[in-house]
């Protein structure tokens, strides 16, 4: 389904085959600035002008890595290496028709949060500082720092997990209301915040903070 | 069963109308009844492309509850087989349909009895006009080569697509998906139905599923209109693949239609370009077309009440 141009190998961003011969990446790049060039009526409004430079950089960067002999080489180690590409199909070129490529393959996981849901949820029981917080009727967000604290979870962990930009988390932190969405997308952000600790009840702690922060002028 | 072949267009004169009408004679010609529906209310002018300068009744009879049956609205043309709802006189625009009418006439129309039924969906992305186009997986979009008209099919693709997710959803689900999407991809991302699909495959993996299964269904076709001699033939090709790679959604380019004066020379006569005209390339391409159309239909209805 969608894909992302740049999670592309090089193969796949030049629409070619691993066992292609050297003279038909030439072709395929010429096939493909055709399709992407700023001129290219293909394309035409397809793309944002920056998304439109990365993808030609790529397309740059593919075309000169797969043309060159020796860089080729070093580009098919690495996919071998990483499972993506096996040395049958490189070697003898187009023996099976099936696909090489897992086009769904999940990107690399990179260390997300190693404490589990059961951990934290133990962890926030047996700590009497957060219990005394989430006994509060107003939570705000030096509150839920605290409690962030006290788990030593750093705010790049939750970010990482969560999704949610870094300022934003931030800003629910410092309410910075100015620096934060709209609350549409602010829920969201702040359920997030809280699922990711293990809060809860969530919807519950979620209303006292959200409360704190219209009392200080958050508006919808 | 019906089969249902909605023709959209981002813009306007790219030959919807045109397409619409010309294709329908084929389909008629070949025996099978054929139904045309103006649904490009307050431009509508299919009437007078197949000869019923003055159409007694409209679609907006039935919408108006004059008549009780979509079939009442329906008019012979002096076609054989070939039947029209007109969209003529009306005095109600697509874009402001109200909601129960607009699942009320999708109703009628998918329950009527022709073999093939083609709707002329006039310009624009409205979310009538989309609902419409998403009422079959048989879709046709239809653009010239130009950028105006490019840049239109685009956006229209692009809408047609977030729509059909959209369908999917509650207003508060919905929002909360934006939001998280604007939060991972960036704030150009709200209205980039591949970034939406992403976060739905994410948060709401059966619908995800659901979706993606629909999406594979969907046989929509790309036409390209009034290709001049200089034009790039390989052009729409190219399009589909682009629309494949990055939305990852099917659009089949089903063929070029070469522009032809006589086009114009046929509708100032009122008469049928394929019958005036059978041997121009023109005439050549819209047959090949409607023979591809015709053999490529999915065997099965679909219909999505948003
Ligand atoms: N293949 C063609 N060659 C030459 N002229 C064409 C061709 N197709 C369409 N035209 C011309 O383009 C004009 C617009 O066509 P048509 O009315 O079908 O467009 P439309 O997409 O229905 O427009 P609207 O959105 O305004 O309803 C016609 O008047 C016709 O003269
Ligand atoms: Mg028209």
Known sequence: MEMNFTKLNYYEMLDVKPDVAFFEIRHAYNAALQMYQADSLVSYSFFSQSERKEILTLLEKAYLTLNNEKERQDYDNDLIRLGILTEAAKKSPSKMPVSIFDINRDQCKTGGLKNTDAEFRARIAANERIEKILAKQEIRGGDLKVIRNELAVPLEKIAQKTKVRIDYLRSIEEENIEALPALVFLKGFIKSYLKCLCIEPLDEIYSRYINCLAGLGKKS | ?306
């Open chain 2, 1 to 306: 069963m019906a089969h249902i072949w909605p023709i959209g267009g981002g813009k306007g004169g790219s030959g919807k109308s045109f397409l619409t009408s010309a294709l329908g004679r084929l389909m008629a010609g070949s025996g099978k009844r054929t139904l045309l529906i103006d649904l490009d209310l307050g431009a509508a002018n299919l009437h007078t492309l197949v000869d019923i300068p003055y159409p007694a009744k409209s679609l907006s009879d039935f919408v108006k509850k004059k008549f009780p049956l979509l079939e009442n609205v329906v008019l012979e043309t002096p076609v054989p087989n070939l039947f029209l709802i007109s969209g003529a006189n009306d005095t109600l625009d697509i874009a402001n349909l109200p909601y129960e009418q607009k699942i009320k006439t999708l109703r009628a129309i998918a329950k009527l009895g022709y073999e093939c039924i083609l709707l002329d969906l006039g310009a624009g992305s409205s979310f009538n006009t989309m609902d419409f186009f998403l009422i079959s997986q048989n879709g046709i979009f239809i653009a010239t080569p130009e950028p105006t008209s490019i840049e239109n099919i685009h956006r229209l693709i692009r809408s047609i697509y977030f729509r059909r997710i959209r369908q999917c959803f509650t207003v508060m689900e919905f929002k909360e998906l934006e939001g998280e999407v604007v939060n991972v991809f960036g704030d150009g991302s709200f209205n980039k139905p591949e970034c939406m699909m992403q976060m739905v495959k994410k948060n709401h993996p059966e619908i995800g599923l659901k979706l993606a299964g629909d999406f594979t269904g969907y046989r929509f076709k790309l036409i390209l209109n009034q290709l001049r001699k200089q034009d790039d033939a390989a052009l729409g090709g190219q399009i589909c693949r682009l629309i494949e790679k990055h939305l990852g959604l099917k659009v089949e380019f089903a063929g070029n239609i070469a522009f032809d004066d006589h086009v114009h020379d046929a509708i100032c006569q009122r008469v049928s370009f394929l019958d005036r005209y059978p041997y121009t390339r023109t005439a050549c391409d819209v047959r090949e077309l409607s023979n591809h159309i015709i053999s490529s239909a999915g065997d099965q209805l679909q219909i999505n009440y948003s």
